[in-house]
């Protein structure tokens, strides 16, 4: 064995990490993993930020038959996700920049749906991405949300504590609760946050946002994702909020600013409600991961 050169007892896993503002996720190959499943004590021990590399999620590119590339977006607590805009965008980077696909136009099936997304580039490497996050859906059978008739809209729902908090729910492809409030901040997604991801009304658990209105096209928002936890931005949790805000009156079907602690995404809500995505994506670097012994 050359000197320096490291010899390893366990299949060693090339990986990218990249950010889409501040929301990380590591993406890996599964033709890397040489058959071995992508567990869930895996995924925990790989996105822990003390005894793994850290990230919000992982993305795992796998062959697809109705879209040019397949992915699978694992959470941090080994759960598996159906949709993320953020993660879309950091996976559509990874292919582009290092070489899996051939234009900067494709598209992505993800458990939540195809997506189209394209790359916008900077001297020849992905600046930002655009996503089509396919339609928003009030339908509660379709988010899932039980207990509801009509649309998810301005529902009051009663939490642990006696509070009743006034929500709407909206599906993406994947599922989102949205409260709206006067003001907004880190503190009060924390409280409320993991208490309605979990709530009886949501048998899929549910993606959490406090939002505050800024003006007829414009949001700010505080995430609490499902199966992460609290986050500084979220591309599947702007599109739901922007939608929220529209469905409600609050904003203008349109282009919508979506501020958040990382940073701000655009989504464009339109009159059929299928959602558009855009925002900058960085690449932080690529590394090897050892698989843990079995």
Known sequence: ???????????????????????????????????????????RLWCDRHRGVGADGILVRVPSRTADVGVRIFNPDGSEAEKSGNGLRIFAKYLFDHGHARAPRFTVETTGG?????????????GAVTVEMGRATFVPAEIPMLGV?????????????GERVVVTAVSIGNPHCVVFRDAVDEAACRALGPVLERHAA??????????HTLGPDAIEIRIWERGAGYT?????????????????????????????????????????????LE?????????????PPT
């Open 114 to 126: 195809v997506v189209a997304c394209e790359c916008h580039l900077v001297a020849g490497r992905v």
């Open 202 to 211: 949501f048998p899929k658990r549910t993606n959490v946002q406090l939002a």
């Open 232 to 276: 500084l931005a979220s591309g599947s949790s702007s599109c739901g909020a922007a939608a929220a805000a529209v469905r409600t009156g609050r904003c203008e079907a349109g282009r919508i600013r979506v501020e958040m602690p990382g940073g701000e995404l655009v989504v464009h809500v339109r009159a059929d409600w299928s959602l558009r």
């Open 279 to 291: 925002g900058p994506v960085v690449e932080v670097f690529t590394g090897r991961i050892a698989l």
């Open 1 to 43: 064995m050359p000197a320096g050169q490291i010899r390893y007892s366990r299949p060693v896993i090339p990986f990218v990490k990249g950010h889409g503002l501040g929301n990380d996720y590591l993406v890996v190959d599964a033709a890397d993993l040489g058959g071995h499943a992508l567990a869930p004590e895996t995924v």
């Open 149 to 161: 008739a009509g649309d998810a809209v301005e529902v009051p729902l009663d939490v642990p504590g």
